[in-house]
């Protein structure tokens, strides 16, 4: 079967959106417009591609040469990780050009993403003060995105800079734009809330409202990224005016743990019972080891409920870090029943009053008693800042999975 058919325009660089897989593909060997070889003229006329043959997954793709370069000789590229054949001719309909602003907080990460896609471009916001300590915010060329697709990629690391964020986030969708997307890759509220006693107030459930209730945009109710929700439950404080999107950290610890040296010899420990729930469906592939906390006299231990560490690689998983208490107690515990390594990761490295610092490398120290790696994402920017090139820290970059969800 072959067709011809006009090359998509918006193809420009070496990125590749695939709309059936939800995910973008950036390297060279993908590249429909490779760089320019020495001595080749710059390519000016529009490429057309003959789709010659779809065997297996792949395409190969054959270069109309209706092009001016000194050899005027076609080429071929393979472009492998396709499902169908349809999905070069849906490529233009499916991908969406995404405004994208940040604060001061998330610039880095942005960046990322915005290095991820040639449909993602960033927007400035110029954040000041007044006098009187108040936000003096300005959105330039506001009027330049109506009718576009806009995202707000937000850190509500402390109330202050919550109160400074939300006035922006309630002013993207009224300047008249086709869609809007709240980035808040960690939910901060709630993770140290119990609702044990009358006048406790969920202050999880009043941020959720107010993030509820950011006005609509001409193309509906807006679209709110987080990744692993601490409590589950809070998934449910959203009311109707709002579009949650749930994603997880987790495909990004098992593409490294499948680099690792020694990978058939891991094994995945969850700290308590309500890890190994939330997220033992996504390493159903890996054996697991549960711990407990259980109490003796009067004080909390942690023991091994089920599995067995002994020579193994056991990385613990759970969604976020505060003191790191909970970690260093299973660390202790399964190398007391004869793990050969410990690494850890969580989702949301929050480390308050840098207790990152107890599992920071000292030179000289005893590595058996250290953690081999621990993993992290960029979700607590300022936590990345002050952890970066600090073994056994490593941080994994959620900015391909937040570019791919804004394609949702």
């Known amino acids: 079967m072959a067709a011809t058919r006009p090359f998509p325009s918006f193809l420009k660089s070496n990125t590749l959106y695939f709309p059936d897989s939800s995910r973008f593909i950036k390297h060279s060997y993908y590249s429909l417009l490779p760089l320019k070889p020495s001595g080749v003229k710059t390519l000016r006329n529009q490429i057309r591609c003959e789709v010659k043959s779809f065997e297996s997954h792949s395409w190969t793709i054959k270069h109309v040469p ?48 915005a290095s991820q896609s040639d449909f993602i471009e960033l927007h400035n916001i110029n954040w000041g003060t007044f006098p009187d300590g108040f936000p003096n915010i300005f959105i330039p060329n506001a009027q330049g995105i109506r009718g576009q697709h806009v995202a707000f990629l937000a850190s509500f690391s402390s ?146 409920k089920e599995g067995d560490p002994r020579g193994r690689h056991i990385v613990i998983v759970d969604d976020l870090v505060q003191s790191g208490g909970t970690l260093l107690e299973c660390q202790r515990v399964l190398t007391a029943h004869g793990a050969a390594k410990i690494s850890a990761y969580v989702t949301h490295g929050i480390f308050p009053n840098k207790s990152w610092e107890r599992f920071e490398h000292d030179v000289g120290g005893n590595l058996e008693k250290l953690f081999t790696y621990f993993w992290i994402t960029d979700s607590c920017p300022l936590t990345v800042k002050e952890v970066m090139n600090k073994q056994p820290f490593e941080v994994l970059s959620l900015s391909s999975s937040i570019a791919a969800s804004l394609q949702v």
């Open 66 to 113: 209706e092009m001016q370069d000194s050899n005027r000789k076609s080429s071929s590229l393979l472009v492998s990780k396709a499902t169908s054949g349809a999905a070069l001719e849906s490529l233009g309909k499916n991908v969406k050009k995404v405004n994208l602003f940040y604060c001061a907080e998330t610039k880095p990460l942005a960046e990322k993403i």
């Open 159 to 304: 109330p202050g800079v919550i109160f400074e964020q939300i006035p922006v986030i309630y002013a993207l969708p009224k300047l008249f734009i086709a869609s809007f997307t709240l980035v808040l890759p960690f939910f901060p509220t709630g993770t140290s809330e119990r609702m044990e006693d009358e006048g406790d107030v969920a202050t999880a459930f009043t941020l959720a409202r107010l993030l509820s209730n950011i006005p609509t945009s001409r193309g509906g109710p807006t679209s709110l990224v987080i990744f692993d929700i601490h409590a589950l439950q809070e998934r449910f404080y959203f009311g109707d005016n709002i579009l949650p999107c749930f994603e997880s950290g987790i495909p990004l610890l098992k593409n490294r743990l499948q680099q690792l040296p020694d990978s058939d010899n891991i094994s995945i420990s969850f700290p308590d019972d309500g890890a190994w729930k939330r997220f033992h469906k996504q390493l159903l592939h890996f054996p697991t080891i549960v711990c407990a906390k259980v109490r003796e006299g009067d004080k909390q231990i942690v023991c091994i």
